[in-house]
Nanobody
Framework: QVQLVESGGGLVQAGGSLRLSCAASGTPFSINAMGWYRQAPGKQRELVAAIRTGSITNYADSVKGRFTISRDNAKNTVYLQMNSLKPEDTAVYYC???????????????WGQGTQVTVSS
């Protein structure tokens, strides 16, 4: 079985930076895409950034130029560097990974437990 363990959330002032990390435990056969989603109170969960095989990335328009997603394949870890944070970035951030556990199984989505990011004005 695989677990996604997140770290790096916290409280920061507007304009500050945080770096989120998410490590996939276990020994999956392959990990295709990894990414970050966020959910603010009263809002739907939304994609923040994702990175696929070949280091292909995509970002929500609201974070382009401020956030950078990266991945360490040897460690099965994805990072989200968040700069120039704004109060509207406040949310619970969830790690997501599309994982194929064995050669014979299908890919499925796994989720982390979520980490709170709070940006004060």
């Amino acid at each position: 079985q695989v677990q996604l363990v997140e770290s790096g959330g916290g409280l920061v002032q507007a304009g500050g930076s945080l770096r989120l990390s998410c490590a996939a435990s276990g020994t999956p056969f392959s990990i295709n895409a990894m990414g970050w989603y966020r959910q603010a109170p009263g809002k739907q969960r939304e994609l923040v950034a994702a990175i696929r095989t070949g280091s292909i990335t995509n970002y929500a328009d609201s974070v382009k130029g401020r956030f950078t997603i990266s991945r360490d394949n040897a460690k099965n870890t994805v990072y989200l560097q968040m700069n120039s944070l704004k109060p509207e970035d406040t949310a619970v951030y969830y790690c997501n990974a599309r994982i194929k556990m064995t050669f014979f199984t299908n890919e499925r989505d796994y989720w982390g437990q979520g980490t709170q990011v709070t940006v004060s004005s």
